[in-house]
């Protein structure tokens, strides 16, 4: 079965400074990974994916992630935080197989930026 | 804007009564997902539609229903509401039902179960 394990359900930088988010996978198979970021009373807005081309992928925004496939992670980062990256912050795993593909989400890192 | 509608964007009812949420997929998708999210359970799987046919389920439990009609718009029937039930329930679609393809997702419905 397939999971994922976010460190730290809350994260605080100060505007300009590095944005570290952890996620962790656990898979079986070669997993599918994306991060999705919530700002407050939104739906969910795909930041950057991952499906086994390159292993470090950019997305929008600004934000890159890694698949380290050793450490089993997939840690998303931002060289310089801007306060509108104030968000919450989801890492998921899409279930292998088939015409299936639901995500299996972690629970989430609340990201704050202070002036 | 992601492309992906749902209906309605609140909704406030009692325990032991059935709504009716609507989500329609962005043009050219042909798989729709719905999910729970609350906030001692994170944002949960519930069950997933292709072309019309159910392909993947999850903890949806036996008092929620959905369907895929032929215009490719989903419904997801929440019957004998308890007060857990209360969450934000979306709505995600993707071009197709495999695992790479990204799923785009919906503003939500906010349902209060009083």
């Known amino acids: 079965a397939q999971s994922v394990t976010q460190l730290g359900s809350h994260v605080s930088v100060s505007e300009g400074a590095l944005v570290l988010l952890r996620c962790n996978y656990s898979?079986?198979?070669?997993?599918?990974l994306f991060w999705y970021v919530q700002y407050p009373n939104q739906g969910l807005q795909l930041l950057l994916k991952?499906?086994?081309?390159?292993?470090l992928v950019k997305g929008i925004n600004g934000f890159e992630a890694e698949f380290k496939k050793s450490e089993t992670s997939f840690h998303l980062t931002k060289p310089s935080a801007h306060m509108s990256d104030a968000a919450e912050y989801f890492c998921?795993?899409?279930?292998?197989?088939?015409?299936?593909?639901?995500?299996?989400f972690g629970k989430g890192t609340k990201l704050s930026v202070k002036p | 804007d992601s492309g992906v509608t749902q209906t309605p964007k609140h909704l406030i009812t009692a325990t032991g009564q059935r709504v009716t949420l609507r989500c329609s997929p962005r043009?050219?998708?042909?798989?729709v997902y719905w999910y729970q999210q609350s906030l001692d359970q994170g944002l949960q799987f519930l069950i997933q539609?292709?072309?019309?046919?159910?392909?993947a389920k999850g903890n949806i439990l036996e008092r929620f229903s959905a369907q895929q009609f032929p215009d490719l718009h989903s419904e997801l029937n929440l019957s004998s509401l308890e007060l857990g039930d209360s969450a934000l329930y979306f709505c995600?679609?993707?071009?197709?039902?495999?695992?790479?393809?990204?799923?785009?997702f919906g503003p939500g419905t906010r349902l209060t179960v009083t």
């Open positions: 998921a795993v899409s279930v292998y197989g088939g015409s299936q593909g639901n995500l299996i």
């Open positions: 043009s050219g998708d042909l798989s």
């Open positions: 898979s079986s198979v070669p997993p599918y």
């Open positions: 991952y499906t086994s081309a390159a292993t």
């Open positions: 539609y292709y072309n019309g046919e159910e392909r």
């Open positions: 995600a679609s993707s071009v197709a039902g495999g695992s790479p393809y990204e799923q785009y």
